[in-house]
């Protein structure tokens, strides 16, 4: 009888890796040349400085180091430091660390994934972690913005690093927590926080709700160990709270903002003789109109909101806005979440698109310095993610089907939602892969991996059977 099974089970290993060799083969392929292509790319563009407003901003703000409420310290701090290590080249040392960070976070992503899905006895071979590892960090907008002087890529990396910390901390090793994975996480949160703050509320939320799932489960360890977690989150907003208290010209960037921006900006010009006096008398039709149109005006508003009667002001128009075109902004708001949600899926809509956009004008600075590589580079990415959709139905199921993987999916999908959310309620602004490179690294990340999963075991189940 357990001769049978050992010989079916032969049978059957033979059989999926015949069928699944000829994919094999591809992947193989197009993931040393998309590896390939990422590393000629990297020493062609490692001196040049894609020209971005914000990079301006950041080069002055290392000089003063005084920040407002648009910005946070952290940053202009690192620019500052390595600013000193050539002044021929000041952008290089930036560079090299966003990218080393962005490597350490792909391959502790890919660790955390093979940990979730392979046996102990089974977990696939450093050099196979490593080739992973590489093709992730090549994905071409990791690439791109580790190559460039914002905040986008280290964010990315130490809330992805922070995130994987949390599930490997709570889902993986419920039981015994390890001290490494402890202190990369809280280290992580922080630097999390002291680079894109309003990423604490996702932090916090996804915490929150594997903590509801612990209490039920009886692990109330976990209590404590998520005040270890959470005290860098607040010692990171402390930070921030303390050091945004220059004046730029700027509204603050508050709660009233925000929500003055995205209900009330694509609006104004329809409500604009509703308004109270004191905005018609400051704020022009004509000055309204290019606001609605153009989300970079807003500082035609500082003076207004940032007077006394400001507040009653724009609680006024707020509550206008949401009663004469709540439909529109209900309409404008699901669209923005639902192309956050799909961020990697927007971004090779309007790749292949080419219009007139947030995502066009990205693709235009990656492609500044050397153009032909460049679009070489992102439509040879283009042909490997339909490949990767096309080849998705073929393992979702059988990836899916072990429970730690299934829950390492379930929180990266809550990651995304409430990223998506936080940044379609946030602006009315078009889409930006730049706030949504997190869902970019997490979908395409999670794609490249489980792809691998399931097409490069067979080999590894049929040697066990051999073996057997």
Known sequence: MLKNKISYFNKYCRSITKERQPVNKLLTIGSITLIAIASVWFVFNILHQPPYGDTVEYWELSQTLQVDSWRT????VILHILSHVTSSYPWVPLYFLQTIVSLCTAYYFVCTLNKGYFPGDQQPSRKSALVLTAALASLPLVNHFGLTTLTDSLSTSFFI???????????????????????????????????????????????????????ASKHFKHLAISMVVMLPLITGVCINSLTQTADHGRPKLSVKFVLFDRLVRGNLEHIYFETPKELQNTISLEAAREWDADPNRFVIFSSLLSSPEGSEIARSVITTSIQQRWWPTLVSIAGDVVEYIFAPFTYLKETLLNTADTTAWNNSRMSYHHPLLSKIYIYYFV????????????????????????????????????????????????????????IYFLILGFMIWATYAYYFTARTQLKQAKER
């Open 73 to 76: 310290i952290f940053y202009p």
């Open 161 to 215: 690093l922070s995130l994987l910390g949390i599930i490997r901390i709570f889902v993986l090793s419920p039981s015994k927590s390890s001290k490494s994975d402890l202190t990369i996480t809280s280290i992580s949160t922080l630097f999390t926080v002291l680079l894109r703050p309003e990423r604490a509320y996702v932090i916090t939320l996804v915490l929150l709700i594997i903590l509801v799932r612990s209490v």
């Open 383 to 438: 042909v490997l993610q339909i490949l990767m959709i096309v080849l998705a139905p073929s393992w979702v199921r059988h990836i899916l089907r072990e429970s730690k993987i299934r829950y390492i999916a379930i929180y990266f999908a809550i990651a995304v939602l409430l990223l998506a959310i936080m940044y379609g309620l946030r602006t009315g602004a078009d889409f930006n892969i730049r706030y949504g490179l997190p």
